[in-house]
């Protein structure tokens, strides 16, 4: 059975240390053979977190409190226009593999790949 992407990233900050989100292209290729090549889609996504203002911002936020991360993935959302139930699903997992909050309140058993799946897809005439 697949374990979900907060779960196993929660495994993996656990063996391999909160330094290794530090470097988003070593914490990329050691996730990917730690995953057994599974969740490549949450993947793209929390690196790009990883590489963007939004990461730092969660990081040296003073008050991390689900009201911010919220803000902080809707503004993740606009800006690079995930899917908004995805950009929530991965600014938590940031947030709770840094230890800034226990609970994920967006967290399900679908993974990001299933929630593209479910997007409306635009066929032109």
């Known amino acids: 059975m697949e374990k979900s992407f907060d779960s196993l ?13 530090d470097n988003p292209d070593r914490f990329k290729s050691v996730f990917l053979d730690y995953s057994r090549n599974e ?14 203002n939004f990461a730092r911002e969660i990081k040296t936020h003073e008050n991390v409190d689900t009201l911010f991360l919220s803000s902080v993935a809707e503004r993740f959302h606009q800006t690079f226009l995930f899917d ?13 593999s840094l230890g ?4 994920n309140p967006f967290e399900n058993k679908n993974s990001a790949a299933d929630k593209a799946r479910e997007l409306p897809v635009f066929c032109p005439r």
Not at 9 to 21: D, K, S, V, Y
Not at 39 to 52: G, P
């Open 39 to 52: 969740h490549n889609a949450e993947l793209k996504i929390f690196k790009q977190l990883l590489d963007s």
């Open 100 to 103: 800034l909050t226990k609970n």
């Open 84 to 96: 908004k139930k995805v950009c929530e699903l991965m600014v938590f997992a940031y947030a709770r």
């Open 9 to 21: 990233l929660t495994a993996f900050i656990g063996a391999n240390g909160r330094e290794i989100l």
